[in-house]
């Protein structure tokens, strides 16, 4: 898979949150760990609904993300945060 688009929601201590373009599919793509001897990280990737990831891409094209845009992401990624949909 090539990344087409990357969108970085987050990035604190080293530790990245965003969304990536797959194909024509949308993801979650998180670290979820990082290894502070050895510097290795662990992400996990999850597939996004269409729904959601139009509601991301419509927020992602604003230059400055208000309290309820970031509250709205929270509620895009816990909804698509499902066991069978992760990728590891």
């Not at 599919?25 to 998180?30: E, G, P």
């Not at 510097?39 to 996004?48: A, D, F, H, L, P």
């Not at 927020?59 to 990624?77: A, E, R």
């Amino acid at each position: 898979m090539i990344i087409t688009q990357l969108y970085i929601l987050d990035w604190y201590n080293d530790i990245i949150r965003s969304v990536t373009l797959f194909e024509n599919d949308m993801y979650i793509f998180n670290c979820i760990h990082k290894d502070v001897n050895n510097g290795e990280k662990t992400y996990y990737s999850v597939k996004i609904d269409e729904i959601s990831s139009q509601k991301i891409r419509n927020v992602m094209k604003k230059k400055k993300l208000t309290t309820g845009d970031w509250n709205s992401i929270n509620l895009i990624f816990e909804k698509n945060d499902i066991d069978d949909h992760v990728f590891y």
